[in-house]
């Protein structure tokens, strides 16, 4: 059986203390933190330039490493901006989805609603 792993959750509206920021460095770069946290830890990220550095050091110790063990795997991020990028590409997109689905759902209120008005005045049947 897997062990359940914590995380500590950061809010994210609230700007959250560097330590604890960087100390998810590592769950960040192997895609284990939860999206809500995931999200805050970019939106920080962005913002703090110490932040960022920390994380392109861990983030280029983590590929040599991953590289050396694996001689050569494509799939690694070329640089920290890929991966902050990817993060906020989804945000956008869950983002637009939603709105499309609010959009869609009035549409189909809308068309009901003059549906069932032209039947009580009688314009269909």
């Known amino acids: 059986m897997k062990k359940q792993r914590f995380h500590k959750k950061i809010k994210p509206d609230f700007p959250s203390d560097c330590r604890e920021i960087q100390k998810l460095n590592g769950e960040f770069i192997c ?3 939860p999206y809500k946290t995931e999200l805050a830890f970019v939106k920080h ?8 550095e920390e994380l392109k050091a861990y983030f280029m110790f983590y590929t ?3 590289y050396l063990n694996e001689y050569g795997d494509s799939n690694i991020p070329q640089t920290v901006d890929v991966l902050l990028k990817r993060i906020e590409d989804e945000e956008y997109s869950r983002k637009v989805s939603r709105r499309n689905w609010i959009i869609a759902f009035l549409a189909l209120f809308g068309g009901l609603g ?3 008005s032209l039947l ?3 314009a269909l049947f």
Do not use: H, P, Q, Y
């Not at 990220?45 to 960022?52: D, F, G, L, P, T």
């Open 120 to 122: 009580l005045r009688g």
């Open 64 to 66: 040599t490493v991953r």
């Open 31 to 33: 895609g284990e933190l």
């Open 114 to 116: 003059i549906l069932g």
């Open 45 to 52: 990220v962005r913002k703090c330039s110490s932040c960022m």
